[in-house]
């Protein structure tokens, strides 16, 4: 279904001229159509609406109203570039809606280390990683498939994880995110002929954002959802939550303005130093599926599982700054060789 309607919004947008101009940030060199995204959001909200209302009663109102003002101004902003300030102003809006009904995160377990209770500063902690997580989703969004891939990750995740924890609302919806992005993939991929925009995107980031809150909803005070969900949900998305809050630190200890356009991402580094966007998204793809592997095999069982998913992590995070480095590396040569 997102595969024909995006087909259809891909012709519509032509006939148009709903363009996205390359520019010095964009990693493309032809004007491409965007906003496809806009098709995953109306599947997607369709149906959660269908499901949790008629099928599970678990419809929760502020994450529909939240999710389409989040779509709302982000496609007035791929149409007419709507300022920071408003934008930011909305996602707020929008993470406090969700707060206001579903809670706040109280408590994350971390492998090794145990419990750790957020206390009154749960409720700050949540804010920021639903703005966080609305923004570094699309600020990921920089090249042919990449978010699109890691929307079907973790749609994937979460659906073979709310199947394991008997979350069925959770494992639904992951499963509708996971599809209807696959469908807008390959459209999508390398070379792409349709962009996400920020519709699709920061709409993207925002679900992956409230979906533990909504599943702690659904099965209700249980030490699993306090404790486990936190962590599940960071982690399914881990590469993008890697890559935007590195940049972001080095910029800042760079004296660089963080709400510049930029391409610093360690995924644009990679770009501009001859790597494929199919490779790079097929590189953050495996990552992510070895993720969600390990994290549904330690939710089974913990022992030796705990250690091989704090083994995977620190190996992919690793992987990527050596990365950097060694691309650092290569241009100092390549100055010193100059001079």
């Known amino acids: ?74 496609w007035l902003d791929d149409l007419y570039s709507i300022s920071f300030g408003w934008r930011f102003l909305v996602h707020a809006l929008s993470a406090s809606i969700i707060i206001s009904t579903l809670g706040h995160f109280q408590a994350i377990y971390i492998p090794f280390f145990g419990k750790f209770n957020f206390g009154a500063a749960g409720t700050v902690l949540t804010f920021l990683w ?40 959770t494992s639904f919806y992951g499963g509708v995110i996971a599809f209807s992005s696959l469908g807008f993939l390959i459209h999508n991929w390398q070379p792409a002929k349709i962009f996400m925009g920020d519709v699709g995107s920061a709409f993207l980031g925002f679900s992956f954002a409230v979906l533990p809150l909504l599943s702690i909803q659904e099965w209700g005070e249980n030490i699993i959802n306090q404790l486990y969900l936190p962590l599940i949900t960071v982690l399914l998305v881990w590469l993008f939550v890697f890559d935007t809050i590195f940049t972001f630190m080095r910029r800042i200890f760079r004296g660089k303005k963080v709400w510049e356009a930029h391409r610093g991402h360690i995924y644009q580094r990679l770009v501009i130093e001859g790597f494929s966007h199919r490779a790079i998204t097929i590189l953050y793809g495996l990552f992510s599926v070895l993720i969600a592997l390990t994290i ?9 599982w705990e250690i091989v998913l704090i083994f995977m992590i620190s190996f992919q995070t690793l992987s990527l700054l050596f990365c950097l480095q060694f691309i650092q590396k290569g241009k100092h040569k390549l100055n010193q060789n100059d001079m």
């Open 296 to 304: 549904g095999l330690w939710l089974i069982n913990k022992g030796v």
């Open 1 to 74: 279904m997102t595969y024909i309607g995006v087909e259809i919004f891909y012709r519509w947008s032509l006939q148009r001229k709903l363009l996205d101009i390359p520019n010095e940030r964009s990693s493309h060199t032809i004007p491409t159509v965007r906003g496809g995204g806009l098709i995953i959001v109306l599947i997607c909200l369709t149906a959660y609406t269908l499901y949790t209302f008629f099928v599970t009663d678990n419809f929760q109102w502020s994450y529909l109203i939240g999710a389409s003002l989040i779509a709302l101004v982000s």
């Open 130 to 169: 639903i703005v966080w997580m609305t923004n570094a989703y699309n600020f990921m969004d920089g090249i042919d498939g990449i978010a699109g891939m890691q929307a079907v990750t973790a749609g994937i995740g979460w659906l073979a994880i709310g199947s394991l924890l008997g979350i069925s609302s």
